[in-house]
């Protein structure tokens, strides 16, 4: 009993620091939703490639993912110590970026480094939910620090929309508070109770996919969101270019640009995403998957094919009530299917195919839409996500007949 009253108590301190990290962390989010590729546009002028590749780094990032816990195993560290050093990558790019304001090499370098660490650690926390938080409300936990992210998101891209329109050449500040933001993170990790995986004697790089081979579920959800993910990820690349560029009929500033992008969808991802925990954690897995699909096939058709400015705010609104459920089900749905001392390394597997179809996402975006039109990228995106939906009714059959004969 006193054991179980301790775990518990550490509980409740992790949820509390991760509470506290969700500040910054969401104050770092307006990097990817908005600010790294407008300030590319309207300060640099960078081409589509450059565009491209400041979108795709955090892709990256994802895509080595799957190395970092088999370097973890092998060095015996900690998951806290782990994601200490990354942070500190990731506000090393920031300032790189911010201390050289004239030079877009610079800059692309800079961002790109951040965003890689960024998105580098994530397959970390998935560990940290697994082994800290109860099963019975994990979504709801999670939810409850995902509203708190959001809400500091929707601040942050709402001053430093207004702060860009009024002092659209003093971007370097915004870095510096990015940076910090990194900083700030990793103390509230360092924090926390230290998480040791079972170290490893040598590196296997890909050992981790050997649970694809074994767990048949775990391999179709897989293949499923590899195609519900790039037709997302197609559609995400060139939100901000979409409205941004003048090309394309809006040319909008950067507060209208930062409202539309990041604070209408984050507006709704926070009024929302309690909810979404509170489902995750009561219905099937495959039925809430399906919804949430639903409603990020009618934002992208809605946003790149309506036509007129509110068609972009309610597009974005939906794709921001998608978000949120995606957003638990992204970061959680292994916990469901993985052993315990196995979740980070289905978690790197997941956020490693995530990083394929993310890196390969923005360059094809950008390409469709500078040679066609952002309204055929829409159409492929929600066309995928279609397919996607399709692809796990079979597994949505068969887990509701296995809780019936339950």
Request: glycine share 10%; with cysteine; hydrophobic share 55%.
């Amino acid at each position: 009993m006193a054991e179980s009253v301790a775990e518990s108590d550490w509980n409740v301190r992790t949820f509390r620091l991760e509470l506290l990290r969700s500040i910054p962390a969401g104050v770092i989010e307006t990097v990817g939703t908005t600010f790294a590729v407008f300030l590319a546009v309207s300060v640099f002028g960078a081409s589509q490639t450059q565009k491209a590749v400041l979108v795709a780094s955090a892709s990256v990032g994802l895509l080595l993912s799957l190395f970092v816990v088999q370097f973890i195993r092998r060095i015996g560290c900690s998951i806290n110590d782990a994601f200490c050093f990354i942070a500190g990558l990731s506000a090393t790019g920031f300032l790189v970026a911010a201390l050289n304001p004239e030079s877009l090499v610079v800059y692309l370098m800079g961002i790109s480094v951040a965003q890689l660490g960024l998105t580098l650690s994530l397959p970390l926390f998935s560990q940290i939910y697994r082994r800290h938080y109860p099963d019975i409300n994990r979504g709801q936990l999670f939810a409850v620090t995902g509203m708190v992210r959001k809400g500091a998101a929707v601040l942050a891209a709402l001053g430093f929309g207004l702060w860009l329109r009024e002092h659209p050449g003093d971007f370097p500040a915004l870095l510096g508070i990015y940076s910090l933001s990194c900083v700030l993170m990793g103390v509230c990790v360092k924090a926390m109770d230290p998480i040791k995986l079972r170290k490893t004697v040598g590196v296997r790089l890909f050992d981790a996919f050997g649970h694809v081979r074994e767990d048949r579920p775990f391999r179709l959800i897989l293949i499923a969101w590899m195609v519900l993910g790039f037709g997302n990820l197609l559609c995400f690349s060139i939100f901000v270019e979409f409205i941004a560029n003048p090309d394309y009929g809006y040319g909008l500033g950067a507060d209208q640009a930062s409202f539309i992008t990041t604070i209408t969808p984050e507006a709704c991802f926070l009024v929302t995403v309690l909810l979404w925990g509170f489902v995750f954690d009561r219905m099937n897995f495959f039925i809430v998957r399906v919804v949430i699909n639903l409603f990020f096939i009618a934002a992208v058709l809605v946003f790149f094919l309506g036509g007129e400015l509110w068609t972009l705010y309610l597009g974005l609104a939906l794709h921001g009530i998608g978000k949120a459920g995606g957003n638990v089900a992204w970061s959680l749905w292994v916990t469901k299917f993985a052993k315990a001392e196995h979740v980070a390394e289905y978690m790197s597997v997941h956020t490693f195919l995530t990083g394929c179809r993310g890196t390969a996402a923005p360059f094809i975006g950008f390409t469709v839409a500078a040679a066609f039109s952002p309204q055929l990228v829409g159409v492929i995106g929600a066309s995928l996500m279609i397919i996607s939906t399709l692809m796990i009714w079979p597994l949505l059959k068969e887990s509701l007949g296995g809780e019936k004969e339950a």
